[in-house]
């Protein structure tokens, strides 16, 4: 079981920008796949930005070009560089790890089976 912790969160104007980390411990037995959900209040959690084994990205419409995903496996860490934050970026961002199939990482939170504690971001207008 991988272990994930999430931290870097906090408030910030819109405009401004973010770096979140995580820090991964435990098996890396197929780790497949390694992403960024957020969930905001009343709404249902979304896929960010998932990187996976071999350094392939993918994003979700509304952050491309404004986040970026990265990892340094020699760290043990995951990094989410977020930039021209707006409003609707305000959520609960949760680190999260997937070891088991299907191999494609842009998927259903329900398939990932290693989850951080979360970190609040929250933008202001």
């Known amino acids: 079981q991988v272990q994930l912790a999430e931290s870097g969160g906090g408030s910030v104007q819109a405009g401004g920008s973010l770096r979140l980390s995580c820090a991964r411990t435990g098996d890396s037995y197929n780790n497949y796949c390694m992403g960024w959900f957020r969930q905001a209040p009343g709404k249902e959690r979304e896929g960010v930005a998932f990187?996976?084994?071999?350094?392939?990205?993918s994003y979700r419409d509304s952050v491309t070009g404004r986040f970026i995903i990265s990892k340094d496996n020699a760290k043990n860490t995951l990094t989410l560089q977020m930039n021209s934050l707006k409003p609707e970026d305000t959520a609960m961002y949760y680190c999260?790890?997937?070891?088991?199939?299907?191999?494609?990482?842009?998927?259903?939170?329900?398939?990932?089976?290693?989850w951080g504690q979360g970190t609040q971001v929250t933008v202001s207008s």
């Open positions: 990187i996976d084994s071999d350094g392939d990205t």
């Open positions: 999260a790890a997937k070891t088991v199939y299907p191999r494609a990482c842009f998927v259903d939170w329900t398939l990932y089976n290693s």
